[in-house]
């Protein structure tokens, strides 16, 4: 096997070692199970994960999150539901670990109480795709409370109908001065006209990798990404259950083993059940489009892209991108 330092010269191995540093262990936490919106295609509500008993004392909330700290968790990714609607929960969380927020964007998280918490707002297109599986067009809401923040940045989930648009998106997310990370759509519902198809998703790479080029400080993306998410390929092996690596630990009982990340969970907000994965719990994964566990595939298989250069140096731009999201090193 080849050794980093043999592959990389000096300037990537600055950036190989910044980042091999960060020994990032992050888990999940659905805040609440209610949300201010109901999206054809939650994740959270077609697969019933909402159905547990919220914990609504605060401060076994707090007990709760000082465990998961003593657990090693150092980044606590907050999702719901829409977890805004808990400020209190949010609070607790930012108080005791590096954390980060999963919003609709509708309503604002005061700035003056969590001045650098980073803030991913989802949005599922433009105004029209919104307004059909989200019920409105939400940017019109969060882009007025995020604009110009330095911690926030667009979750822009593509969906088929996206293919040859998302320009105008993107441009729109510039202009009001946000950033954007891309991710796939997984139609959990089966809204008609909005599953994958494969020269769709041909066609989204090309697109992807053009935006990317074109708007260099907006997207934060990179190309190997796009590869693997339209592909489901990494180093001829096919993304999937045997592969996820984002499943909760215990709950794994693959066999042979998988690499995985290190003490994962999702936890439920009845602060007890876990749910299988990151995403939806009866999603079937032969058709997962995760962007954040095609992203984790990458970075938990450090040692197959040591295989050359050019591998190297994509396994490390997938890594920063990651680190960029949820605040480990600057934009
Ligand atoms: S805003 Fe998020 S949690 Fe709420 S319904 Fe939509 S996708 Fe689900
Ligand atoms: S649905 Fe996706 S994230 Fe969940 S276990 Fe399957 S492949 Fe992994």
């Given amino acids: 096997m080849k050794t980093v330092s043999s592959l990389l010269d000096k ?4 950036r190989y070692k910044r980042i091999a540093t960060l020994n990032i262990r992050s888990s999940i936490y659905d805040v609440t199970n209610r949300c ?24 076994k909330w707090e007990n709760f999150i000082d465990k998961e700290k003593e657990r090693g968790v150092n980044l606590a990714i907050l999702i719901g539901g829409e977890p805004t609607l808990c400020m209190d929960r949010i609070e607790a969380f930012y108080k005791r670990l590096p954390s980060y927020c ?27 795709d919104e307004k059909v599986l989200r019920g409105r067009d939400t940017f019109a ?9 330095p911690c926030t940045y ?25 950033k954007v990370h891309l991710q796939l759509l997984s139609n959990d519902e089966g809204v008609d006209g909005f599953s994958w198809h494969k020269s769709e998703l041909k ?46 630990e215990s709950l794994d009982n693959r066999k042979p083993p998988t690499r995985r990340l290190i003490h994962f969970s999702r936890w439920a907000a009845d602060l007890q059940t ?17 962007g954040a566990a095609h992203m984790s595939w990458i970075m938990v298989n450090k040692r197959e892209h040591l295989r050359s250069t050019k591998d190297l140096q994509n396994w490390i731009e997938v ?7 949820y605040r480990f090193i600057p934009w």
């Fill in 36 to 59: 201010n919106l109901r999206c054809k295609g939650c994740f959270f509500f077609s697969s019933g994960e909402h159905e547990v008993t919220e914990e609504m004392d605060i401060r």
């Fill in 154 to 178: 667009y979750l822009y989930t593509i969906t088929p109908r996206q293919v040859g648009k998302i320009e105008p998106v993107i441009k729109r997310i510039a202009d009001v001065g946000l």
């Fill in 11 to 14: 300037d990537w191995q600055a």
């Fill in 141 to 149: 809401i969060s882009s007025k409370n995020y604009a110009g923040d």
């Fill in 203 to 248: 066609d989204l790479r090309r697109e992807m990798d053009e935006m990317l080029d074109k708007y260099p400080q907006t997207v934060i993306s990179s190309k190997y990404y796009h590869e693997v998410i339209t592909t489901g390929k990494m180093m001829g092996r096919s993304f999937g259950w045997k592969e996820c690596p984002s499943v909760t």
């Fill in 102 to 128: 999963a919003t609709n964007g509708l309503i604002k998280i005061p700035r003056e109480k969590f001045p650098d918490l980073m803030v991913g707002i989802s949005l599922w297109g433009g105004s029209a």
């Fill in 274 to 290: 876990v749910h299988r994965c990151c995403t939806s719990a009866t999603r079937d994964c032969s058709t997962c489009k995760d």
């Fill in 319 to 325: 890594y920063e991108m990651f680190a960029k999201l």
